[in-house]
């Protein structure tokens, strides 16, 4: 079974995280949601309380695929703000293993490095400082997928971007039958 951490701080975008784990757990992912913020319930920047699993001290994600970070801020800036998630991305990078990140998150991934030499999208504006260093090209698509990357633009694009990493760690054909099983306005008129 296919292990994704996502790591949730106070102040994170809800619905980025909540539809990319409901999807990840509709193809049978087993998915952790981890807190940064030192206690099991974080509350999203518009007020909505998410219980998760573990706190960030108590994981271990030698085993995880993925490490997932949802955009939103204060977030995102309560993200870069603990220790342990630099050391975290830092390893699962070092290890070959997927990152995943969308709006504002993609920011706190580049600005450590791992965007060298790869194409990556993410809210506009969050490209500052990143586009074009050490070979990084920002797209601005909707979702971007790299060697060992996804990435996505914002709440409009959570669904595509779920659906790309339930693609990557399960295949094409899992991905297009929960597309149609949600009804994804793509599939409505075939």
């Known amino acids: ?71 939103g801020m204060p977030g995102v800036s309560n993200l870069v703000r603990h220790a342990l998630v630099a050391q975290t991305l830092k390893a699962q990078a070092e290890q070959g293993k997927e990152l995943a990140a969308i709006c504002a998150a993609p920011s706190i991934l580049g600005k450590m490095g791992l965007f060298a030499n790869k194409r990556f999208t993410c809210y506009p504006g969050w490209e500052k400082g990143i586009d074009g260093i050490n070979g990084a090209e920002w797209t601005g698509a909707a979702v971007e997928q790299s060697e060992g990357l996804t990435t996505g633009r914002g709440l409009g694009t959570a669904t595509d971007f779920g659906l790309a990493l339930v693609a990557k760690l399960c295949g094409s054909e899992t991905a297009e039958k929960i597309k149609r099983g949600i009804q994804h306005l793509d599939t409505l008129y075939d």
């Open 1 to 71: 079974m296919k292990r994704v951490s996502a790591l949730l701080a106070q102040g994170l975008e809800e619905v980025e995280c909540l539809m990319v784990v409901d999807l990840l757990r509709r193809a049978e992912v087993q998915v952790t949601l981890v807190s940064v913020s030192g206690e099991r319930v974080v509350t999203g920047s518009h007020g909505i309380a998410i219980v998760t699993d573990r706190l960030i001290e108590e994981m271990d994600f030698s085993a995880e695929d993925v490490i997932f970070l949802p955009g």
